[in-house]
């Protein structure tokens, strides 16, 4: 008899967990039903700002493959609108509610790959029925936006509330349509994914592009008129706004697994081990922005929902399911995005993080260009690294710059993730061309300033 895998959540985490399952299994020995409260599955909610803006189409253009995709070529039983309420692991069964056509189905398992995803940050005062307040975490939520920017009366003013990634780029998506947006943040400056003094430069390009800048500010309640939200409201006064995002964070998406007593990490996401199983339970899988990881650096879990870790996550709970055998060894913090033409890189630990991990560590700013300084483009670009005293290792690095500035990240995550020293990188053999870089790359220059701050220290 065919075994039986169940996969609650039809996103990255879950489909790529199904696909490579099948690819090791065929149907005969394996039967793969996957459940999905929403009404897509394998979709880029990382393309929503740039559907929104309009700089591609959408919803259509974002979804990798659809169910029809994976009922027809994967031979999977595909449920759509139905959503997970129970988790019955003595009994090895899923309860589900079919959220169209009403009722509920209990079906059993072998192995479970339990794939959730995170939910927004949903504070008590953005609870409401007024309509224009929005989160944005899947294409439905992307789909209402887009559907109030465009109706009448067209609105005309923005907030975003929260200023980490998603509420920078959704500022973005807002300002390039048109509407005066403000950005309204708890913290100093937006963009707390890096150290404040890079963090700033992040500011001053929104700013100069028009979007207004609330620093230190929390939010602390909505104001409504004829059930249309009029203004945030906050120590300082209301904002009058047509339109409320949220962009505050997300949390492990683990009700169902708490419920069912998978356990949680320090964190509050899902424990796993190395092959992605959920400890002490076995046959039960879990990937993606529900779970916790291994940062490679500090040594401690982590919780850090992207994309690019719940494909590779959901890829190895798949091949270990399908009788191979893979793991996913924890992350580094490595994270690219962009405010218009500014590009923001990072990996690694922040200063505030070396030194909550306990680390002894110098910090170097290098500023530089990305191009030869005579060659026509030529824009500014700042690199920060942070480096272990007195070994020299790197712990973490930050660029802030035009083009070609994010994906310079990368060269420094790879010489973080093989522990390289800032004295090694300044050896690296980079490419150069006056197109591309000046004749000492911004990461080559950095590593020396590194290099200079850890010998003056110990002279
Ligand atoms: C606006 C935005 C921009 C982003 N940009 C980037 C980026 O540039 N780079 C990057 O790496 N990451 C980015 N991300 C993050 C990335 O989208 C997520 O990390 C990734 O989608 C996580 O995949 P997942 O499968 O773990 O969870 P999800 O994609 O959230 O999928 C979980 C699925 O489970 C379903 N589900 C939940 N509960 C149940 C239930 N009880 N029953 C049935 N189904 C259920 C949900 O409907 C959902 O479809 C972005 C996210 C957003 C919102």
Redesign the pocket.
Known sequence: MAQRLIV???????MSAASQARRRRDRGDLEIVV????HFTSYS??G??YWISGLVPGPEALIARGPETFRTEYAMDVRMR???TAIDLERREVVARDLKGGGEVRERFDDLMY????VPVKPSWAITDAGGVFG???LDDGAALRDWLDADPQPRRAVVVGGGY?GV?IAEALIQRGLSVTLVEAGEQPMSTVDSDMGELVAEAMRGLGITIRGSLPVSGLEERDGRVSAVVTAEGPIPTDVVVMGLGVRP?TA?AEAAGLPLGPTGAIRVDRRMRVPGHPGVWAA???VETLHRVSGLPVHV????H?NKQGRVAGINIGGGYATFTGVIGTAV?KVCDLEVGRTGLRERDATAAGFEFVSVIAESTNRAGYYPGARPMTVKLIAERPSGRLLGAQIVGWSEAAKRIDSLAVALWNGMTVDDMTQLDLGYAPPYAPVWDPVLIAARKAVDALAALDR
């Open positions: 609650i959540g039809g996103d990255a985490a879950g459940f999905e409260r929403g909610a990382c929503i700002p139905h959503e997970v794939a959730t995803g995170a944005m975490q899947t998603i780029e998406n169902l993606g922005d529900c929902p992207l994309g690019t719940a995005t």
